[in-house]
């Protein structure tokens, strides 16, 4: 049967949230997976408050539902990412979708990470054996598209790692696809590109910020929508408004975004209680016309989770410590649900 309401609710208690700020930035996020051919769901009901998709992972992974990402080769250390992708990274026990970030250290002759190879030493302890440190990440698409023209929510319970150091980054978000929805840098100038980041967290330095009583733990709620010039490396970048909010980390949460028109609003709640954190509004943080906040929202949407491990070219970001160790860390996921409105 499929859960309407978290099955771990009651480990919940009300996030403690710091004030949603709101911010354009310039910075550019990581880049899509490539472009894939999916159908949009023609068998969905069309009435508002209709389920599009859910899933709670207590019949496994459904493997027509989510496409799992396995690429070695595109794993850059001098990059902004360096990670192999690997389906041995995305697991299901109990009901639980699992999906984990590691450290390897890699015998002579192998080039691809496994769980068996990992290894959360320090890269010089693995160098000093005669091995080579690599690093592996997880990722999985939904298999269908949300259709396009309609406003929805996606929601989804999950906990964070309890063990995240520098380095990694787990992130749960969504990409418009169709007509020029290529990032900005990939065309060399405008497109109807949107992403919207349901949560990013990256532990250490980023979003585990010291503060007098302790250390705050933040997500990062981010919506990019069409492109804008910019000076250095990457004249071109998508137009960013950026919202925070500090939460326990030991806590099973719900993370929600809902788009309704121009309005892409973030929140999260303990099962009990939903907390506003920022609406970023197309035409208002974003100086668009209404014809560039239709081309970009109206479109199609897919739906990705993932981990992450940063390179040394990932600017605003830290690669991992290579004299400290890197434990494997997890993202815990109960339940996906997106919802027609």
Known sequence: MRRSTPLRGERCTAPRLLAACLAVASTITAAAPPSLAIPVRADGP???????????FEDGLDSAAWLITDDIASADPAGKSQAQFVPENVTVSDGVLAVAARRHCLAPGEARVLPTNGDERPEADCRAAGWTPAYSAGRMALSYAVPPGIDFEMRV?????????????????????????????????????????????????????????????QSEQTTHLGCRASAGD????????????????????????????????????????????????????????????????????????????????????????????????????????????
């Open 157 to 217: 319970s999950a906990r964070m790692p309890q063990n995240g150091v520098d380095g990694s980054r787990f992130a749960m978000w969504t990409k418009n696809f169709g007509g020029s929805s290529a990032y900005c840098d990939e065309v060399g100038g405008w497109s109807d590109v949107g992403e919207i980041d349901l949560l990013e967290y990256s532990p250490g330095r980023r979003n585990d910020v010291p503060t007098a009583s302790g250390t705050s733990v």
């Open 46 to 56: 069309d009435r508002a408050g209709s389920v599009l998709f859910s899933d709670d």
């Open 234 to 341: 990457r004249p071109w970048r998508t137009l960013q408004a950026k919202s925070h909010a500090g939460f326990d980390r030991h806590n099973w949460l719900e993370w929600v975004v809902t788009r309704v028109g121009n309005d892409v609003s973030y929140a999260l709640s303990d099962g009990a209680t939903t907390y506003p954190v920022g609406t970023h509004t197309c035409g208002v943080h974003f100086p668009l016309t209404q014809a560039q906040c239709d081309a970009i929202l109206e479109q199609q949407w897919q739906v990705f989770l993932q981990s992450e491990v940063f390179g040394g070219g990932a600017p605003g970001y830290h690669a991992p410590d290579p004299a400290e160790p890197f434990p494997a860390q997890t993202l815990l996921v109960d339940w996906v649900r997106i919802t027609r409105l």
